[in-house]
Each structure stands twice: as structure tokens, then as C-alpha cells.
């Protein structure tokens, strides 16, 4: 099984081409041992040449309330007051470590989307 290093657009054009071919293999074969280290070098290379940025901490939280149906009060209890949760959505004031904790174990919000500088934070 003869593998190369993934180099340049062209070598991830052609591993994914291979990639397509092998996606019937079965697994412990040699085309599905294949499948799986051609996948962990595309991997490799997209995560270097296309990584995905988190989304915005306040934009986090908007998905979120829209995905569950929640309106502003319902951030109270992870926020603090209503004046609060609105400066916080409004982007005046900037989300601590305590409401970070509470929004991530409140609702699920993952701590990774809701931790970023402020410069990063402000639109």
C-alpha cells in the first residue's frame, strides 16, 4: 500500500477521487485500510487549509434560543436581569465567566462557542 503525503490542492483532488473509489471497501481489507488512512490524511489537510471558525458568542446564543424556542426572559435565570440579557444580546456588555458557565450548563451552548476575546466578540 503505497500512500503519499498530501502536498498540494492537486494530491487532495486526487486522494478524494481515490477516496470515492474505495468507499465500498470493507473493513480489516487492504482497500478498507487504505479508505482509512487516505480519510485521516484529508482530515489532516483540510483541518490546516479549511479550518472552521467557532461562531460568535452571541450569535451562539441566538441559534440556540431560536432552536428551542426560547425568548429573552428565558436567559434571565443565565444572564442575570432583563436589562442584562438585553445589553448582553445588544453587544454592550460583555459575557463574564459565570454567565458563560451557566448558558453552557443551562442550555447546552457549547463553552467553546461562548469563550472569545472581546475583540473577536464585538461586530
Not at 472552521?52 to 426572559?73: F, S
Request: net charge positive.
Amino acid at each position: 500500500m503505497e500512500i503519499k503525503p498530501i502536498k498540494s490542492k492537486r494530491d487532495y483532488r486526487d486522494a478524494l477521487k481515490e477516496i470515492e473509489g474505495l468507499m465500498r471497501a470493507k473493513r480489516n481489507t487492504p482497500e478498507g485500510d487504505r479508505l482509512d488512512v487516505l480519510v485521516a490524511l484529508v482530515e489532516a489537510w483540510e483541518a490546516k487549509h479549511y479550518p472552521l471558525a467557532l461562531p460568535d458568542p452571541i450569535e451562539a446564543i441566538k441559534y440556540h434560543m431560536e432552536q428551542k424556542g426560547l425568548g429573552p426572559n428565558d436567559l434571565i435565570p443565565f444572564i442575570g436581569g432583563r436589562n442584562r440579557v438585553y445589553e448582553v444580546l445588544a453587544r454592550k456588555r460583555p459575557l463574564t465567566l459565570k454567565m458563560i458557565q451557566r448558558l453552557h450548563e443551562g442550555l447546552g451552548i457549547p463553552a467553546e462557542s461562548l469563550i472569545k476575546s472581546g475583540r473577536q466578540q464585538a461586530a
